[in-house]
């Protein structure tokens, strides 16, 4: 079975603090880990995966094997960051996404 | 460049009513997906195609059937509509290369209200 946990429905933080929402997975194979945002009124959008360790609009995320985390971080957050966050697992055949998390960046 | 395209964007039925959520894709993609997305529950999978003429459950298949009319098309079906089914679906497909890790593209989702 493959599970992805993301523990926080909503969180807030004020513009330019640091941003880090979280993710756990549950899989027993070698997993593929992403985020996917959805903005207002836009479709799901992918907006990184680990296999390619990139940093997307000032996003990062590092793939922790030990600790099965897989935590999207921001040094400082803008307005525009404001949105729903899902990860997700692809595990064999299917994707898992987490219930996702609501990001409010305060002026 | 439309990728994936779902229809209708919304829907009202009454408790019973039986209704198609039609989903295409252009992008030669081998894998599709149906998901349902409630407040606090996050994304459900329902029913996913991992290539042309093979469909499995997700998640939350209950209620729903799918055709995977031909690699283009992935279609939900409500056969007897109930309340608990008022949500937003949204359709995706994605290709897998080897162990390359490919995204999903989604579609714009259908909202459905169920009465």
């Known amino acids: 079975a493959q599970r992805v946990t993301q523990p926080e429905k909503l969180l807030s933080v004020f513009k330019g603090a640091p941003v880090e929402l979280k993710c756990n997975y549950s899989?027993?194979?070698?997993?593929?880990l992403f985020w996917y945002v959805q903005y207002s009124r836009q479709r799901l959008q992918l907006l990184l995966r680990h296999i390619s360790r990139e940093s997307i609009k000032g996003f990062t995320a590092d793939l922790n094997k030990g600790e099965t985390s897989f935590h999207l971080k921001k040094p400082f957050a803008q307005e525009e960051d404001s949105a729903m966050y899902y990860c997700a697992l692809r595990g064999y055949q299917k994707v898992t996404f987490g219930i996702g998390t609501k990001l409010q960046v305060i002026p | 460049n439309a990728g994936v395209t779902q229809t209708p964007k919304f829907q009202v039925l009454k408790t019973g009513q039986s209704m198609t959520l039609q989903c295409a894709q252009d992008?030669?993609?081998?894998?599709m997906y149906w998901y349902r997305q409630d407040p606090g529950m996050g994304l459900r999978l329902i029913y996913y195609s991992a290539s042309e003429g093979t469909t499995d459950k997700g998640e939350v298949p209950n209620g729903y059937n799918v055709s995977r009319l031909n690699k283009r098309e992935f279609s939900l079906r409500l056969e007897s509509a109930a309340p608990s089914q008022t949500s937003v679906y949204f359709c995706?497909?994605?290709?897998?290369?080897?162990?390359?890790?490919?995204?999903?593209?989604f579609g714009s989702g259908t909202q459905l209200s169920v009465l």
């Open positions: 992008m030669n993609h081998n894998s």
């Open positions: 995706a497909s994605s290709e897998v290369k080897g162990r390359s890790n490919e995204k999903l593209f």
């Open positions: 899989y027993s194979g070698s997993p593929e």
